[in-house]
C-alpha cells in the first residue's frame, strides 16, 4: 500500500489517492460511440454463434456446454468493458476487488452446491 | 431432602405447569399496558415533536448507533427470558413447565432471536457509533441508507416479536429446515412469520454491509491509508465483504420456501423430486460465514481495547490484519461442517473438514498476538479489559471443540447433540456477545457523554462469566452423555440430572448479570459521572480526540492522519491543539437533512409482510406499492443537504474549550 | 494512468455522487451472489423432472432467441443514452432512454407470454423441482427488468424535470450500470438454462 508518501501533499481526503496500484481508474471518453457500437456488433455475433453451435449441432453434446458457458463469459466481459465502463471510478477503483470476490464467491456457490449435492457418497 | 431437589421442587411449585393461553394472555396484556403508558407519557411531556424530529426521522449514525443498541438490549432480554425458560424446563427429568409445542416454539425464538435481533444489531450499534469517528469521517457514506437500515431492521424484529401473540410463533428452530417448515407439516403461519421477519431484516442488513464497506474504503480522514486504519475499521470492512455475499443465498433459501409454503412450489418437498437438502446447503452457505460476521467485530473490539489498557501498540498490527482475511476467506469454504451426517461423500466432507480445521490457525494467531500485546504492558482491569480476558479461555475452549467438530468421523457422534450446543454457545456468547459487552462498555463514554459505574459493571460482568461457565460446561459432558438438542424433556436415570441442574442454576447467575447490567446502565443515568474530557480511558484512536458525546457533525475539521494510533500519538508529540479549530479557519459544514423516507418505507415493507404472512395479499401488493412509493418520493424529493454555519460551529467548539484563541 | 480532476466525468467531479456510484457497484455484487444461488438451485434441480417435462420438451427456441436479440439492443441502447448525457445532449439522452425501457417492456412481455403458453399447456412450477427452479430463475430476472422499466420511467420523469443535472447524470449512471448487469445475468440464462437445456 503506498499512502503514506502522500501526507504532506494535501490530500483531499475521501479516497481520492489511489491506494492500490493497479486500482488506478480509467475514463471513458470517446468522440463518437465506435467502442459502443463495437460491443453492440460483438455481442450480437457471440449470441448468435452460441444459438447457431446449438441449432445446428455443429459440436459433440460434451464440449458444447463447455464453449457455451466460454462464450458467456466473453460476451459478459465486454458488457463489462465496453457498456459498463468497468474501470471508472475516482480515487481507487474499489469495486474491482469486491466484484472479483463476487465472481470467486459466486462460482463457488455453483461449483461447490454441484459438487456437494451429487452424493457421490463411497460410505456413508 | 438435598439442597438441589429442595431447590428443584421450589422452582416446579413458583412455575407450576402451565398451557399455552394463559400466560401469552398476559404478557398482550403487560405489553398493551406498556405500550399505553409511553403514549401517555409522551403526549403529557410533550415530546411526540422531539421524538419524531430527534430519532424517528435521523439519519446520524451516532443516533442510529444508539437506537441499534436499545433494540440489541431489548432483543437480548427477550431472548434471554426464552433461555431461562428452556433451562428452567430442563431443570429436572420430567419436567413440565411448557408442553412440547410452546418449547418448540420457545427454543425457535430464542435462537432466532439472538442471532439475528440481538447479535447482529448489537454489532451495527458498535459500528455506527464507533467506525465513522475513528477514522475521521463526518458520517457514514449513506447516511439516509443507514436510517432505512435500522428501521427495516427494527420493523423485522417487531414482525417476529408479534408472532407469539397474533398468530403463532415459529417452531421449526432457527435454521428451520424443510420438510418440516413445510406446509404440510407446518400448517399456520407462525412459519411464515419467521421467513418474512429475516427476509425484510435481511434487506437492511445487506445494505448496512455495503454502507460500511464503502465508508471504510471511502471515507477515511486524509493521510488514514489502509495500513494505518484502526482494526475495528479492518473488521467492520471484513464483516462487511462477509455480509454481500452471506445474505443473498439466505435470502433465497427462505424466499423458496416462501414460494413452497404459499405458492405450492416443489423445492423443498420431496413429492415432485424437490430436495430438502438444497435448503440445507444454501441455510448454510449463509450460515457460516454469519458466525464470523459475528466474531469479527468482537475480534476488532478486542484489537482496540487491549492496546487501551495495556498501555502499548498493537502486538502484530499486520499479522492482524492478514489473520482476518484469512479467517474471512476461509470462511466461505467450510459450510458442509454443519452436515457432515448428510451423505454428500467422503471428498466432500474431508474437503471441508479441512478447510474448518484451517481457520484455527489465523484465530491462534489471533489469541497469540493479543496475549503479547498485554505482554509486559500496564494492565489496568477495567471492564471492557476484564470482558476480554474473560473471552480469552473461553473462547479457546470453544475454537478448540470446534476443531472437535470439525473431525468428520467423530463428528457423527457429536453431531446436534449438547456437545455441539456447548460448543457454539462458548463462541458465539464467549466471543461475540463478551466482545460485543466489552465494546459497550468502552464506547459507552462516547456514545451518550457518561460513564457507567465501574463496581457495579464489574459484578454484573461476575455474575455473567461465572454464569457462563456454569451453565455450558456440563452441556459438554450432557452431549457426551448422548443427550440431544431441542429434547423437550427428559427421563430420570440417565445420569443427565445432575448435570442438568447445574446447567439450568448457571443460567439463573448469568440473569443475576443482566439485570445488574440493566440496573447498571439505569443507576448510572441517574447518578452521571460526565465525560468531560472526550478521552475518558486514554485512549489511542480518533474518536477520543472528539469531546463525549461527539457533536453532530462529529470533527470541526478532519484530522491530517501521520500514524496508527493517531490520537496517541497527538498526546505524545503535544500535538493535541491540532483538533482545535480556530475562529478564521472555520468553514462551515453539511450535513445531511432528516428524512421520513427510511420509516415510511420500512412501514410498508412492515405492511406487506403482514399481507404475505396472512396470505392477505391485496395487502401484500398494498404494502408493495408502498415501498416504491416511498422509494419514489425519496428519489423525487430533492436530498438537500442542511449548511451548520461556521458561527455556529464556532460556538458550539467554544462551548467545549477546542477554539484556539 | 491517473486523471486529473478536469478529465472527469460531471458524476465523477461531485464526490459524494462518486460514493454512490461505488455503493451501486457493491449493490451489484450482492446481486450477484443472489443470482448464484438461484443459478445454483437450477443446477441441481435441473435434472429432477419428476413427471413434469424436461427443459428439452419445454423450451422453444424461437421466441428465446428474440427475447435475447431485444435485450440485447435494449443494453445497447442504454448504452448509448449514457453517452448523450456525456455529451451534454438531454434530449438524445431521455430519447434512448425511452427506447431502452420500450425494447425492456416488450421483453418483459415476451417473457410472461412464454410462462404463460407454458403453464396452460400444463406445466405449472408445481409440478417438479426443475420447473419451480427454472420459473423462479427467469422469473427473478424477467421481475429484475420490470424493476428497471419503474426505474427507467421515473428517471426519464426527473432528466425531463430537471435535465442534466449532476445527481441525475449520476442516476443515468447507475441506472446504466443495473441494466447492463441484468444483460450479463440473461447472457448466462439463455446459455445455462436454455442453450444447454436443448442441447
Known amino acids: 500500500m503506498d499512502g503514506e508518501e502522500q501526507i504532506d501533499t494535501a490530500p483531499t481526503g475521501h479516497g481520492d489517492e489511489v491506494e492500490v496500484g493497479f486500482l488506478a481508474p480509467r475514463i471513458h471518453a470517446a468522440p463518437f460511440p465506435g467502442m459502443q457500437i463495437t460491443g453492440y456488433v460483438l455481442s450480437m455475433a457471440l449470441t448468435l454463434a452460441a444459438f447457431g453451435l446449438v441449432a445446428y449441432h455443429w459440436l459433440p453434446l460434451s464440449s458444447l456446454v463447455t464453449v457455451i458457458l466460454v462464450l458467456a463469459f466473453i460476451q459478459a466481459a465486454l458488457q463489462l468493458g465496453i457498456f459498463m465502463h468497468l474501470r471508472e471510478a475516482r480515487g481507487t477503483a474499489w469495486h474491482l476487488p469486491v466484484l472479483a470476490l463476487a465472481l470467486f464467491v459466486g462460482l463457488g456457490i455453483v461449483g461447490f452446491s454441484i459438487w456437494i449435492m451429487l452424493f457421490k457418497s463411497g460410505v456413508s | 431432602m438435598s439442597m438441589r431437589e429442595w431447590i428443584t421442587h421450589l422452582i416446579k411449585l413458583l412455575f407450576p405447569p402451565q398451557v399455552l393461553l394463559p400466560d401469552i394472555v398476559g404478557i398482550d396484556i403487560g405489553l398493551t399496558v406498556g405500550a399505553i403508558a409511553i403514549m401517555v407519557y409522551l403526549t403529557v411531556r410533550h415530546r411526540w415533536g422531539w421524538l419524531w424530529r430527534e430519532w424517528l426521522t435521523t439519519v446520524d449514525h451516532k443516533k442510529i448507533g444508539i437506537m441499534y443498541l436499545i433494540a440489541a438490549l431489548v432483543m437480548l432480554f427477550r431472548g434471554g427470558v426464552d433461555a431461562l425458560m428452556i433451562r428452567t424446563q430442563l431443570i429436572g427429568p420430567r419436567a413440565h413447565f411448557m408442553g412440547a409445542q410452546q418449547y418448540d416454539e420457545v427454543f425457535t425464538t430464542h435462537g432466532t432471536v439472538m442471532i439475528f435481533f440481538m447479535a447482529m444489531p448489537m454489532v451495527f450499534a458498535l459500528f455506527n457509533a464507533a467506525v465513522p469517528l475513528m477514522i475521521g469521517a463526518r458520517d457514514v457514506a449513506f447516511p439516509r441508507l443507514n436510517a432505512i437500515s435500522f428501521w427495516i431492521f427494527a420493523f423485522g424484529a417487531i414482525l417476529l416479536n408479534i408472532s407469539f401473540s397474533i398468530g403463532g410463533s415459529p417452531s421449526a428452530g432457527w435454521m428451520s429446515y424443510p420438510p418440516y417448515s413445510e406446509l404440510a407439516y407446518n400448517p399456520g403461519v407462525g412459519e411464515n412469520y419467521f421467513l418474512l421477519s429475516l427476509q425484510v431484516a435481511g434487506i437492511g442488513t445487506i445494505a448496512t454491509g455495503i454502507n460500511f464497506l464503502v465508508t471504510v474504503l471511502r471515507m477515511r480522514a486524509p493521510g488514514m491509508s489502509l495500513s494505518k486504519m484502526p482494526i475495528f475499521a479492518w473488521s467492520a470492512l471484513i464483516t462487511s465483504s462477509l455480509v454481500l455475499f452471506a445474505f443473498p443465498p439466505l435470502t433465497v433459501a427462505l424466499g423458496l420456501t416462501m414460494l413452497d409454503r404459499l405458492f405450492g412450489a416443489s423445492f423443498f418437498t420431496v413429492a415432485h423430486q424437490g430436495m430438502p437438502m438444497m435448503y440445507v446447503n444454501l441455510f448454510w452457505i449463509f450460515g457460516h460465514p454469519e458466525v464470523y460476521i459475528l466474531i469479527m467485530p468482537a475480534f476488532g473490539i478486542f484489537s482496540e481495547v487491549v492496546p487501551v489498557f495495556s498501555r502499548k501498540a498493537l502486538f502484530g498490527y499486520e499479522a492482524m490484519v492478514g489473520s482476518l482475511l484469512a479467517i474471512s476467506f476461509l470462511s466461505y469454504g467450510v459450510w458442509v461442517h454443519h452436515f457432515f451426517e448428510m451423505g454428500a461423500g467422503p471428498g466432500v466432507n474431508v474437503f471441508f473438514g479441512l478447510s474448518t480445521m484451517l481457520i484455527a490457525i489465523p484465530t491462534g494467531v489471533k489469541m497469540f498476538n493479543w496475549l503479547f500485546t498485554m505482554w509486559g504492558g500496564r494492565i489496568r482491569l477495567t471492564v471492557p479489559m476484564l470482558w476480554q480476558l474473560a473471552f480469552i479461555p473461553t473462547f479457546v475452549v470453544g475454537g478448540a471443540t470446534g476443531v472437535m467438530l470439525a473431525a468428520v468421523p467423530a463428528d457423527y457422534q457429536y453431531h446436534n447433540s449438547y456437545f455441539m450446543i456447548a460448543h457454539f454457545h462458548n463462541v458465539i456468547v464467549g466471543g461475540t456477545v463478551f466482545g460485543v459487552l466489552s465494546g459497550m462498555y468502552y464506547w459507552w463514554p462516547k456514545m451518550f457523554g457518561w460513564k457507567l459505574n465501574q463496581r457495579q459493571a464489574t459484578w454484573a460482568f461476575a455474575f455473567f462469566v461465572a454464569g457462563f461457565w456454569v451453565t455450558f460446561m456440563p452441556q459438554y459432558f450432557l452431549g457426551l452423555e448422548g443427550m440431544t438438542r431441542r429434547m423437550a424433556t427428559y427421563p430420570a436415570g440417565l445420569g443427565w440430572t445432575s448435570l442438568n441442574w447445574w446447567s439450568t442454576m448457571g443460567s439463573y447467575l448469568m440473569a443475576v448479570g443482566f439485570l445488574i447490567m440493566v440496573y447498571n446502565i439505569i443507576w448510572s443515568r441517574l447518578h452521571p459521572d460526565w465525560d468531560t474530557t472526550g478521552d475518558p480511558w486514554d485512549g489511542r484512536t480518533l474518536e477520543w480526540s472528539l469531546p463525549s458525546p461527539a457533536p453532530e457533525y462529529n470533527f470541526a475539521r478532519i484530522p491530517h492522519v501521520r500514524s496508527r494510533d493517531e490520537w496517541w500519538a497527538m498526546k505524545r508529540e503535544g500535538r493535541t491543539d491540532d483538533v482545535k479549530i480556530s475562529a478564521d479557519s472555520v468553514q462551515p459544514i453539511h450535513v445531511p437533512r432528516n428524512s421520513a423516507m427510511p420509516i415510511m418505507l420500512a412501514a410498508a415493507f412492515f405492511v406487506g409482510s403482514i399481507g404475505m404472512v396472512f396470505s392477505w395479499f391485496w395487502m401484500a401488493i398494498l404494502g408493495g406499492l408502498g415501498v416504491v412509493a416511498a422509494l419514489a418520493y425519496g428519489s423525487f424529493a430533492d436530498y438537500s443537504e442542511l449548511t451548520i454555519d461556521a458561527a455556529h460551529v464556532l460556538k458550539t467548539e467554544a462551548a467545549m474549550g477546542r477554539v484556539d484563541s | ?199
Open chain 3, 1 to 199: 494512468m491517473s486523471t486529473t480532476t478536469a478529465d472527469r466525468p460531471p458524476e465523477f467531479q461531485d464526490m459524494h455522487e462518486s460514493i454512490r456510484i461505488m455503493g451501486f457497484w457493491i449493490f451489484l455484487s450482492t446481486d450477484v451472489g443472489l443470482f448464484s444461488s438461484l443459478f445454483a438451485v437450477y443446477a441441481v434441480f435441473r435434472s429432477r423432472v419428476a413427471l413434469g417435462p424436461t427443459p428439452h420438451q419445454l423450451f422453444a427456441m424461437g421466441p428465446v432467441l428474440t427475447e435475447t436479440l431485444i435485450l440485447l439492443t435494449s443494453s445497447f441502447t442504454c448504452s448509448l443514452s449514457l453517452y448523450s448525457a456525456r455529451m451534454n445532449r438531454l434530449r438524445g439522452a431521455v430519447a434512448w432512454l425511452i427506447v431502452t425501457l420500450l425494447l425492456g417492456a416488450s421483453f418483459v412481455t415476451l417473457e410472461i407470454r412464454e410462462f404463460v403458453a407454458d403453464v396452460t399447456a400444463g406445466h405449472g412450477w408445481s409440478h417438479s423441482a426443475f420447473l419451480s427452479g427454472f420459473f423462479t430463475l427467469v422469473g427473478t430476472h424477467g421481475s429484475h427488468v420490470t424493476i428497471g422499466i419503474v426505474w427507467a420511467v421515473m428517471l426519464a420523469l426527473q432528466l425531463a424535470m430537471k435535465g442534466l443535472t449532476v445527481t441525475n447524470r449520476r442516476k443515468l449512471y447507475t441506472f446504466a450500470l443495473y441494466w447492463h448487469f441484468l444483460d450479463i445475468v440473461w447472457i448466462f440464462l439463455f446459455s445455462v438454462v436454455y442453450l444447454s437445456g436443448m442441447a
